[in-house]
């Protein structure tokens, strides 16, 4: 009977296409506080309170999103005993 192709619905496709766009933390730049809290087993709350510090080296304001960068924030913790 040939090939037949599956149906895609629309969320399906966009499932898909995410699934191709989507990169491993440890190859991000920038990551999400979320992101941030899993790659590095510290609490969201936490990583919240280093990126509101004054001069937090690893925080990147997006208009009003804070993202954390990726480099810096594993330089931080390599140096830090404590947090």
């Not at 192709?5 to 966009?14: H, M, P, S, V």
């Not at 992101?35 to 009003?64: D, H």
Request: net charge positive.
């Amino acid at each position: 009977m040939g090939d037949v192709k599956k149906f895609q619905t629309g969320f399906e496709r966009a499932q898909e296409e995410r699934q191709k766009l989507y990169l491993e933390p440890q190859n991000k730049v920038v990551l999400s506080i979320r992101e941030a809290a899993a790659y590095s087993s510290i609490g969201i709350n936490t990583i919240e309170r280093l990126l509101k510090e004054p001069g937090c080296p690893f925080v990147l304001y997006v208009g009003t999103k804070r993202l954390v960068k990726r480099i810096p924030f594993e330089k931080y913790l390599m140096e830090h005993r404590a947090i």
